[in-house]
Every structure is written in C-alpha cells, then in structure tokens.
C-alpha cells in the first residue's frame, strides 16, 4: 500500500519544490554525468536533497538515493515514510555508541545495488557563518571504496532563505542548483589533502558573496 501512495507522493513532492523555489539548474559544461555519482553539496536545509533530486532528470532521478539522518527522518510516521518510502533515502544513525552498522558500509552497500548517492559531507546542516564546515571522511572512503564513481561537487543557493530556521511557511524565492566538474580520488592522495581539494570544488561554485 504503501508504494502505492509513494509514488504519486513524490509527484507532488517535486512539482511544490519547483513550484516554491523556481529551482534552475546548472551542468558543468551542460552535460550529465556519465556514470554513476556521488552528488555532493553544501548542507543548510532539511529540503537540500528534495531540490538536487528534483532537478535531476528523471534516468538519474530513478537511481538516486540521499544519504540523511535516520534521528531526523524516523522521528515520526509522516518523516519515516517519506524518508524510506518517497525516496528511499539511505538513513543513517548518528549516534556511535548505539548504531549498528558502520555509515560508509551502509552507503557501500546502495553503491553496490547501483545507486547514485546524494551525500551532505559536511554531516550536518551549517548554521554557522562560515561558508561550509569541516568535512566528514564518509566522502574519501568513499571515492576509495569505488573509484568507478563520479565525485560531483553541487552548490545549493538561496534554499536555507525559502524556509529560514523556525518558519513553518515556505518563502517563494528562485534557487539554482550548480553541478561542478565530477573529479576523483587521484592515487595516492591522502585523507586530508583529498577533502580539501573536495571542499575548495565546491566553494568554487559558491557565489561570490557566500565564498568569500
């Protein structure tokens, strides 16, 4: 039954989030990426990942799945189903000391199924004043579990403005979606040195003001 529902759910899901947001999407060069993806972006909003998924065509669309925080998204009967059952989200628990399975496996194992990701690499929403946070390891173990995988660095604009911390009533505003060069782990590469080359990939599509 509850497929049933799912489906037409995500219909209306996609056509309020265009609705709302005017959402435009930018292409590195115009073009899609060829293979299979690990799309990852800044991270200011519950609605980050419905706005990349809705921009997607629908072949890729079909084959994504976000990565999200299961204490967010199983907090409730409506968060759960659209969570696992509107979009098959990836949920992951955050807390250490009471999960069950390791978050990279987790992901490995979409990844294995055929699954494109939708990842937030910074781990949490940035309520800060910085431009993004420190960068989690989930995206460099990652890229070394499957370099068959095209790492694409997305940059979220205005989003976090459509539906500021504590409002209940979306603000219309008009958000793009930039799509940057796919890059990926480069032999040899180190932890560190990968992620800040994964981190200035996406400042680089920021705009101006917010990166600098």
């Known amino acids: 039954m509850k497929s049933l529902i799912a489906k037409p759910v995500a219909v209306i899901v996609l056509l309020f989030a ?9 292409w590195h060069e115009g073009r899609l990426p060829r293979r299979r993806s690990i799309f990852f972006a800044n991270h200011s909003s519950h609605g980050d990942f ?7 065509p629908p072949r890729l669309r079909r084959r994504v799945r976000p990565v999200a925080g299961a204490d967010y998204w199983l907090k409730s009967k409506l968060r759960s189903f659209i969570g696992r059952d509107v979009f098959n989200a990836v949920l992951i628990d955050r807390n250490r000391d009471a999960r069950t399975m390791d978050p990279v496996e987790s992901m490995g194992e979409a990844m294995k199924e055929g699954s494109s990701l939708i990842l937030f690499p910074e781990g949490t929403r940035n309520q800060s ?20 995988f095209e790492l694409v660095p997305v940059w979220i604009a205005n989003l976090n403005r459509v539906m500021p911390k504590g409002e209940f009533v979306p603000i219309p505003l008009i958000c793009t979606v930039t799509f940057g060069e796919p890059m990926h782990l480069v032999d040899g590469e180190d932890k ?12 680089a599509l920021a705009p101006k003001k917010v990166a600098e």
């Open 50 to 56: 419905i706005l990349i998924w809705a921009v997607l």
């Open 129 to 148: 004043d910085a431009s993004l946070q420190p960068f989690k390891s989930g995206l460099f173990h990652l890229a070394a579990l499957h370099p068959d």
């Open 18 to 26: 265009r609705a709302i947001t005017a959402v435009r999407p930018f």
């Open 192 to 203: 560190d040195t990968f992620l800040e080359r994964a981190r200035e990939a996406l400042l």
